[in-house]
């Protein structure tokens, strides 16, 4: 997909004052990836009780420019690959449901 803003460190133009960082956030346009998926499966076990998996997964990647400071191939705020695992008793006006829901934890996003 092109045209996708991406958030990149540069080096600052003016300098402000009491701020000693020298390096300025930006945007710029980008030409990204994105790979997704999901799944859903429901197993009942008897007429009232079920058990559902569903899960999603995203990977997002962009082109490089190391002139411009962009050198990490990776999106950045791309939710990591989650999961829902959950047991249902279920009557026709009530139902209870416990549900475990699983995510993969990441490392700091720092924009490059």
Do not use: C
């Not at 080096?11 to 004052?17: E, G, L, S, V």
């Not at 390096?23 to 429901?42: P, Q």
């Not at 139902?95 to 990441?106: H, S, W």
């Amino acid at each position: 997909m092109s045209d996708f803003i991406t958030v990149h460190g540069q080096r600052k133009i003016n300098t402000a004052p009491g701020v000693m960082n020298p390096m300025a956030r930006s945007y710029m346009n980008v030409d990204a990836r994105l790979l997704t998926g999901e799944f859903a499966l429901t197993w009942p076990f008897t007429d009232h009780v079920s058990s559902a998996v569903r899960g999603s997964y995203t990977r997002g990647t962009k082109d490089t420019d190391p002139a411009a400071g962009i050198t990490s191939a990776n999106l950045a705020e791309i939710p990591p690959a989650n999961g829902i695992v959950s047991l249902r008793y279920d009557r026709a006006v009530v139902f209870v449901e416990a549900q475990g829901v699983f995510a993969r934890t990441r490392t700091a996003w720092t924009p490059t």
